[in-house]
Every structure is written in structure tokens, then in C-alpha cells.
């Protein structure tokens, strides 16, 4: 959908405050929640598969499981209100539309990792502890920001990704876990998932508006009529969920875990980033101009509170969805109130259990299609961000020390197996000691290196056009 200028003056549609026609308010702000839906709920069913839920209409896990997406959209909607409309110092009173976060997901999943619904408690913990040290982190996002460059953020957003594109593969095969299912990995499985593949690719690139925007969406929708014709797909569940249900506090219990605040507190710093860069996005690409500072930081505390609030609740971390800002970037329309608009549909939605049922029903095989292009997508978004970095050789040792570390734990636990359990499950994440590497080696290498020391890193190569400065 291109810029439109019937919906109002081209200076009504940079202002947040400005309110469209009703008929073309509501369409853009569903079109707002179908381009991030899929990525929302995603995170949720990750992190059941990875717990070890039963997926099956006869689980016993299958509440469980209901609950969970659910949660992801009801405080999704909530944490979109809390960034639209705002109270006191909170939110951003932008168009800003938080969702679930990928990034946590490295943390998730060894916190849970086949401990089924027992390792909850723990889990939601650390959500809701590491949402408030997110919302403290507004009041001085500003003065850490210094520490957090291009080279920082992009390597962490990399190695989310990186992360991640092994699950999109094992979605794909059959799902997690995989080696007592003799299907995975058949052909059968694999077809479905390329279907949503090409489908969600072939929409992206050769479609305009709407179609494009929600390609993911409908690439599923397509791997779903497939998975379908095929018998893949079963209703069961859907007759079983509850009508409408309303969130229950505490609902998995609350434990306290060192290694999950500790993860969940570090990994808000870089969603912290994460959602100051969208604000940015947002006001530069709508309306043209620079984020205040007052706007940054009250999306950073909507960002922790909507965290925290869904953690007591049995809901994932929250993060603003950067696919949005793309999307108020490409219709112009930069209101607050059809995004307010979206996140009303996004709570209605979360009170009906039917529809978490319906969503539960879509094989894991279509879910590895669409994931696999999500995944990806986070890996081009780091790279995307590294290529700001200035690649001289000091930026070159930074990135490749850090990446060497964190990949290699990441791809071989095992080598910290004496570790004490809440260090071993930090460290073999690979996310957060690979920031935690680039972090420190960015503040303490010197910014320029002399000829002697650089040839020596090097080992002798010549070095590009880049070797003299940062």
C-alpha cells in the first residue's frame, strides 16, 4: 500500500494525534496485526516444543499450551496500548507495535529445555524480574547507548538468528523433539514446508500492498491447505478450548532462578536497543524527523512494563516488531490510534481460546516453513546492522573473537558440562558471552592500532581501505 493521501493531508498523516475515517482506520489497523501475527505467537509454541508439550489432541499439555499463545496475544495488545496511549512517563504515544521477542528465545530454551511444564515457574520468573530491570533501563537508556554500537548490536542480532535457524529446521523435518518421530524429515514434511517457502517468497517479490506486506501469513494459510489435503491437520483441539477465558495470575507459578533473571536482564539491554532503533525508524520514516528524547524513553519503559505485566500472567517477553515500522514507513500513516486499533483486535483475540486452539492446529511442518524465513530474516537484520560497522581490523578481531566463542558454545555445550548449572545454561546460549565479549572488547581495544599491531593480528595480510580509523 503506497502513501495515501485520501486518507488525510500528508501533514495529518505524519501527526500521531490524527485519527483516519473509522472505514480506513480499522482496515490499517488489522493490516498492522496480520503482518506481525505468525512472528507473534511463534516464540510461544517454541518454547512448549522445546519443554517437551505434547502437541497431540490428547496431551495433556494442550491447556498448557492454548494458554501460552493466548497470553502472547492478549499482552501483545496490551504492551501496544501501553506504547499508543500511555500513562505518565510510559510509552511512547507512537504508532509502536510490541509483539513477542526472538531474542529471547536462545535464553529460553536451555532454561526449559525437556523439563516440560516443571521449568515454568522458573521461566516466567526471570520474564517478570528482567521486565522491570528492562522499564529501570529507561531512565538512563540514554547514557548507555555509547556502549551498544552497530558492531554490538549487529553481532547480537546475528547470533539471534543463528540461534534460531536450527529450530526453523527441525520444524521443518517434523518438530522437536525429533528423533523418536521415523516421519521426520520425509519427504512429505519437507514438501509442506517449501510450499510455505516459495508461497511466502513468491508474495514478498511479485505482489504490492497488503499481499506483500502479509506474506508470511498467507505463505502459511497456503502450506496449510496443503497440510490439509494431506490429512495433516486435525480440529479435535478446537472443539475442546474454552469460548472466552480470561488471563490468570500466576497461572504457572513464580520461582526465582538466578540464571533466568541473570539472562533476562542482560538480554534487556539489547532489546532495549532493539526498540530504540524502531522509535527511530518510526519518526524518521513517518513523520521525518529525529525521536525525542522524552519518546525513547517512554517506549523503553511500555517496552519493560509490558514484559513484566505478561510475565505474572504466563506471557513471553514483549519487544517492539520492527516489520511494523517498516509498514508505517511504506502507507505514511504515522496515528497512534490505528495501531491502538490493532491492539484491541490483538486482546479480543487473546480472550477467546478457540483461536489459540485454531492456531495449534497448524503442523509444525507449515510452522517450519514460515519460520525458517523468520529466522532468516533476524540473521539479514544483523548483517544489515554490521554493515554500518567501519571493517578495519580491530572491528574485524571484535566481531570474530566474539562470533568464534559464542557460535562454538552455541554448537558444543558440552564443553562447559562442569560449569555450575546457571553459569553452563548462560554460557552455552552463545548469545550472551558473545555480547558480553564484544561489549567489553569494544570498550577496551584502543580505537586505533598502530601498523605494528595490526600486522601482527592480522598475520601479515595487507589490510583494505578501512585500516586507519574505526
Known sequence: MATDTSIGTLEQLRDPEYTPPVAKAIPLGIQHILAMFISNVTPAIIVAGAAGFGFGSNSPDFPQLIYMI????????????????????????????????????????????????????????????????????????????????????????????????????????????????????????????????????????????????????????????????????????????????????????????????????????????????DVSGITKGGAGREATDKEIVGATYADGLGTAVAGVFGGLPNTSFSQNVGLIAMTGVMSRHVVTIGALFLILAGLIPKVGALISTIPIEVLGGGVIVMFGMVCAAGVSMLSDVDWNRRNMVIFAVSLAVGLGLQLEPKALQYLPDTLRILMTSGLLPAAILAIILNLVIPEELTDEQTEEISGGHAGHKHDDHV
Open 70 to 277: 493466548q497470553m502472547s496475544m492478549f499482552f501483545a495488545g496490551i504492551a501496544t496500548l501501553f506504547q499508543t496511549i500511555g500513562f505518565g512517563p510510559v510509552g511512547a504515544r507512537l504508532p509502536v507495535v510490541q509483539g513477542t521477542s526472538f531474542a529471547f528465545i536462545p535464553i529460553m530454551i536451555p532454561l526449559v529445555a525437556g523439563k516440560g511444564v516443571e521449568a515454568l515457574p522458573a521461566l516466567f520468573g526471570g520474564v517478570l524480574i528482567g521486565g522491570l530491570f528492562h522499564a529501570l533501563l529507561g531512565t538512563f537508556i540514554g547514557r548507555i547507548r555509547f556502549a551498544l554500537p552497530p558492531l554490538v548490536t549487529g553481532l547480537v542480532v546475528l547470533m539471534i538468528g543463528l540461534a534460531l535457524v536450527k529450530v526453523g529446521i527441525q520444524y521443518a523435518a517434523g518438530g522437536i523433539p525429533a528423533i523418536d518421530k521415523p516421519e521426520y524429515g520425509s519427504l512429505q514434511n519437507w514438501f509442506v514446508a517449501l510450499v510455505v517457502i516459495l508461497a511466502t517468497l513468491g508474495l514478498k517479490f511479485f505482489t504490492r500492498g497488503m499481499l506483500s506486506v502479509a506474506a508470511v501469513l498467507l505463505g502459511l494459510i497456503a502450506g496449510y491447505v496443503v497440510a490439509l489435503a494431506l490429512g495433516m491437520v486435525s480440529f479435535g483441539n478446537v472443539g475442546r478450548a474454552a469460548a472466552f477465558a480470561v488471563p490468570d495470575p500466576f497461572h504457572f507459578g513464580f520461582e526465582f532462578s538466578l540464571a533466568a533473571v541473570i539472562g533476562f536482564c542482560l538480554m534487556a539491554f539489547v532489546s532495549a536497543v532493539e526498540t530504540v532503533g
